[in-house]
């Protein structure tokens, strides 16, 4: 396995748990529909969250959440519509960036960014 891969597979088995500490409801992992993805789709409080998540081993290149584009939040829209679509039950929902910083091992931060808008 990658290191990029490795990472990621590390930042979101700690997204979902540091979720589950904090009352949501973890749904579904890495949901794809064709070439969309989202990485964690949770519930609180009777409502539904799109969450992305995003893992550093280092501030070299910035913060975690600096480095989500327009393009990707705009797939991760498209994928919230076809979940919507195949689960219409849903009344709210909210898009959320989980950004987690490594070093080592050990998580360094963790900064949940509630109602993000694009």
């Given amino acids: 396995m990658d ?9 979101e088995n700690i997204a979902a748990q540091y979720l589950a500490e904090h009352a949501y409801t973890v749904i579904e992992r890495n949901w794809r529909y064709k070439y969309w993805e989202v990485d964690i789709i949770a519930s609180k409080k009777n409502k539904l969250h799109f969450v992305e998540v995003k893992t550093r081993t280092s501030e070299r290149f910035g913060k975690p959440e600096e480095s989500i584009r327009h ?6 829209k498209n ?13 709210y929902i909210q898009f959320d960036v989980l950004a987690i910083t490594l070093h080592g091992n050990e998580t360094k931060e963790i900064f949940l960014i509630e109602d993000v808008y694009f």
């Fill in 71 to 76: 393009d990707k939040m705009k797939s991760l």
């Fill in 79 to 91: 994928a919230a519509e076809e979940y919507l679509y195949q689960h219409p039950e849903w009344k």
């Fill in 3 to 11: 290191y990029r891969k490795d990472t990621g597979n590390k930042g």
